[in-house]
């Protein structure tokens, strides 16, 4: 986007500033992709290496692994590499980048092979991308390779031309942030050769390798989907570049995408087809969860799959929005209509979810906005009694016990009041059972109702004839009535804990910003800090602070385990400026979870916050935001 007068729009020149000041600080990334193994990836990536070498950069290995081909091995020898560490596991010897190594060295290009691999066990990372970024963050550029089958997004696409769904991967999020993206290309004859040749693999695999994987159809479209892929990120360089310097032209109208997922196996599909789509469409995009009390009740298994799912779409670069609510269909119509979304992408029903499925309600309410369907990948076989509702027995005895106190009183009352007065206290259980119980309750009860009333309160008495037709019009607008109350009371009821939980967020942040205001010494921040984040969470808080080259208990509770082990993840967190511990891919073997205090590019301490059973993942947005407030007020302070 420009400005009237041709210049850059503020908000284009703010993500020029804030990538340039990245570039500054941290490393630059070159990625070499390619579509299967044995294109050439690493051979290319050392040719350059040495290229480089000559004109004078500092260049070493980090880690490369050659695969026993002679021609790699040739060059490899010719650089210099940072010996690999031993690391023991069941018995075996894995070899690791020493990441210390590399870091204590400090070339100005470290090589580092295979970006999706997974570290050995009890490393202080669980994926090599993040070692990689380690390296970034100390300024050491790096080169590394990827094929295309283990980029997050693509997984499910290779899994269907392949039949082989690969286990490591690395997030997208890794490769937009590349600033040299190279697609090393063999066309796949050559590459069978070379595989026959047993310049691949070793002799013996070849001919299982190309029955299995390495055939001519599999290659092709593996390479289709590498040059697809790389043709996007060029895209986006592209309209980066035309928005900084203010090249006019042709600019679509935005699009939007919203991809809707539930608990069940299928939710890490839909979040990455949604990714594919955004991409494609150069779209933003969003991840709606709405979660009905069934979701609730849902098999562990089924949650913890919905929460990795939505952990991969905020590493993806997804916003994530969750509702708790029971008309399914109708938040996602009312979320596509508020957010101007375009596209909206949703599971084909399977079983009886074909005659259950909200697909259909929200394909009539979103006019002009397009509906695609995803047809998951693996046929998870759903036993029926999971896709039928289950009825809610307890609160069904709860509302019949409200009705028939209701019919009682009715009853004593009978030869007292009119019989439309009678027919308005009938409401009274509808609409508590709506407030509590649920709609689906209260729909029950409402029909229930008409029958009860003309059996005991109309005549003929004690019979659900109706012999006055004004009784019957009277009926059928009570039970509207009856159904309009209920849908909205049982909208209320499940709006009114996100209104509570926004406002405490709200009143969290609020709360934190005033008390800061008046802070005129770092202690006061710290303590501060602590006290409104023990507040938020319940949980026991620390606040470290750098003093005299190491971190130091600055406040919160004294309770808070820090051990030798807490105090290196804590020192990491802050040197690398990122969060780790408890939960994380990243040292996740701590008790905590750290986040680091960071303003102006330099970081100011650390807070840690040991968390509640269950709780794994991704530290709470409430606490990052608390955190970044304390951290311009200490920059502030100096």
């Known amino acids: 986007m420009t400005g009237n007068d041709g210049r850059p729009s503020p908000e284009d020149l703010l993500v020029l500033a804030m990538d340039e000041e990245r570039q500054r600080a941290e490393g630059r990334l070159t990625v070499y992709l390619g579509y299967a193994a044995g294109v050439g990836k690493t051979y290319t990536m050392l040719a350059d290496a040495l290229a480089r070498r000559s004109d004078g950069v500092d260049v070493v ?40 190594g590399v870091i204590a060295r400090r070339p100005d290009v470290a090589l580092v092979d295979e970006l999706a691999h997974d570290a050995a066990p009890g490393r202080r990372h669980a994926k090599r991308y993040q070692e990689i970024e380690e390296l970034l963050r100390a300024g050491i550029s790096v080169w590394t390779t990827v094929n295309i089958q283990h980029i997050e997004s693509e997984r499910d696409a290779v899994a269907r031309i ?130 009905t009390e069934g979701d609730l009740e849902a098999r562990g298994e089924d949650r913890a799959r919905l929460r990795e799912a939505l952990e991969l779409a905020r590493t993806l670069g997804a916003e994530i929005v969750r509702y708790r609510a029971e008309d399914v269909a109708g938040e996602i119509v009312r979320y596509a209509r508020r957010a101007n979304v375009t596209v909206i992408l949703l599971g084909k029903p399977r079983g009886l979810g074909i005659l259950l499925s909200p697909v259909y309600r929200v394909m009539r309410e979103t006019r002009g906005i397009a ?189 808070f385990p820090l051990d030798d082990k807490e105090e290196a993840i804590a020192a990491w967190v802050y040197e690398n400026r990122a969060p780790a511990g408890h939960g994380k891919e990243t040292l996740p073997a701590g008790i905590g979870q750290y986040l680091p205090l960071v303003a102006s590019g330099r970081a100011l301490g650390v807070v840690g916050v040991i968390p509640r059973d269950g709780e794994e993942g991704s530290i709470p947005e409430m606490l990052e935001r608390m955190a970044r407030l304390a951290a311009l007020v200490l920059d502030r302070l100096g």
Not at 389 to 398: F, M, Y
Not at 404 to 421: F, K, M
Not at 464 to 473: L, N
């Open 61 to 100: 290995i980090g880690y490369v692994e050659t695969h026993g081909r002679a021609e790699t091995d040739a060059l490899a020898a010719r650089l210099e590499a940072v010996p690999a560490v031993t690391v023991e596991y069941q018995g075996l010897r894995l070899r690791e980048m020493d990441v210390d």
């Open 162 to 291: 392949t039949g082989v769904r690969v286990r490591e991967t690395v997030p997208d999020t890794v490769l937009e942030r590349a600033d040299d993206l190279r697609l090393i290309d063999l066309p796949p004859d050559q590459l069978i050769e070379r595989l026959q040749a047993g310049k691949v693999y070793v002799q013996d695999m070849a001919a299982r390798a190309v029955e299995r994987f390495f055939l001519p159809a599999n290659l092709t479209a593996l390479r289709q989907l590498a040059l697809r892929f790389v043709a996007g990120a060029a895209d986006r360089e592209m309209v980066g570049m035309m928005r900084s310097q203010a090249i006019a032209g042709p600019w679509p109208a935005a699009e939007r995408v919203l991809v809707g997922v539930r608990a069940g196996p299928y939710a890490d599909q839909m979040v990455r087809a949604g990714y594919r789509m955004a991409t494609r469409m150069q779209a933003g995009w969003t991840v709606l969860s709405v979660e």
């Open 371 to 559: 509906l695609h369907l995803l047809d998951p990948l693996e046929d998870v076989p759903i036993p029926i009694h999971r896709q039928l509702p289950r009825p809610p027995t307890l609160d069904v005895a709860v509302g019949l016990i409200l009705m028939g106190l209701v019919t009682c009183a009715n009853y004593l009352l009978r030869d007292t009041i009119s019989s439309s007065n009678l027919l308005i206290i009938q409401l009274v259980p509808v609409v508590l059972a709506a407030l509590f119980l649920g709609r689906a309750v209260s729909a029950f009860i409402a029909v229930l109702s008409i029958v009860v009333f003309d059996f005991l309160f109309v005549p003929p008495y004690h019979t659900i004839a109706v012999s006055d037709w004004e009784y019957f019009i009277s009926f059928i607008g009570y039970l509207v009535i009856a159904l309009v109350i209920s849908s909205l009371a049982g909208r209320l009821r499940h709006l009114l804990p996100q209104i509570h939980e926004s406002e405490a967020t709200v009143e969290a942040v609020a709360g934190l910003a005033r008390d800061l205001e008046g802070a005129a010494t770092r202690q006061q921040v710290y303590d501060r800090l602590a006290d409104h984040i023990r507040q938020y969470t319940g949980r026991p808080t620390v606040v470290l602070v750098p003093r005299a080259g190491r971190l130091v208990r600055g406040a919160g509770d004294t309770e």
